[in-house]
């Protein structure tokens, strides 16, 4: 689906305020909230406002956005106090865990991550 913005889909609500979000940061291509299940004391998702389903397709669709992304999330990071310890994690197929398939970036952070050790 490359349709920008897409009925059923829960992250294109939240951009939308239909339904809430923890709104932490926005720019005008790209907002970030807070994971309704952290699984951090910092994680934060942050999503294109325009409905693409990975971010794959998000960097097919539109080089702007995709860096708007990465900057938010970067920002976010600054923001929340951890600019130089965080992770960025991107999901992409069932398989991987994606389970909602509108392009985001988990940011997350304040635990130990292990070095050298990525799953
Ligand atoms: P994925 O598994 O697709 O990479 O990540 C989707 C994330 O969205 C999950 O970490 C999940 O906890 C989060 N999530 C699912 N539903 C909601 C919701 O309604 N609000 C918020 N803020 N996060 C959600
Ligand atoms: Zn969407």
């Given at each position: 689906?490359?349709?920008?913005?897409?009925?059923?889909?829960?992250?294109?609500?939240?951009?939308?305020?239909?339904?809430?979000g923890?709104?932490?940061?926005?720019?005008?291509?790209?907002?970030?909230?807070?994971?309704?299940?952290?699984?951090?004391?910092?994680?934060?998702?942050?999503?294109?406002?325009?409905?693409?389903?990975?971010?794959?397709?998000?960097?097919?669709?539109?080089?702007?956005?995709?860096?708007?992304?990465?900057?938010?999330?970067?920002?976010?990071?600054?923001?929340?106090?951890?600019?130089?310890?965080?992770?960025?994690?991107v999901?992409?197929?069932?398989?991987?865990?994606?389970?909602?398939?509108h392009?985001?970036?988990?940011?997350?952070?304040?635990?130990?991550?292990?070095?050298?050790?990525?799953?």
């Amino acid at each position: 689906m490359t349709s920008q913005t897409s009925s059923d889909c829960l992250f294109c609500k939240i951009v939308a305020g239909e339904i809430p979000g923890d709104r932490v940061a926005e720019s005008e291509r790209s907002i970030a909230f807070r994971d309704i299940k952290p699984a951090a004391p910092v994680h934060v998702l942050v999503v294109p406002r325009r409905h693409e389903p990975t971010v794959g397709a998000l960097a097919a669709a539109s080089d702007v956005d995709l860096a708007d992304v990465f900057r938010l999330a970067a920002q976010v990071a600054d923001q929340e106090g951890v600019p130089d310890a965080y992770r960025m994690i991107v999901n992409t197929g069932s398989a991987a865990g994606q389970t909602v398939f509108h392009a985001h970036v988990h940011v997350l952070a304040g635990v130990a991550f292990t070095e050298g050790r990525m799953v």
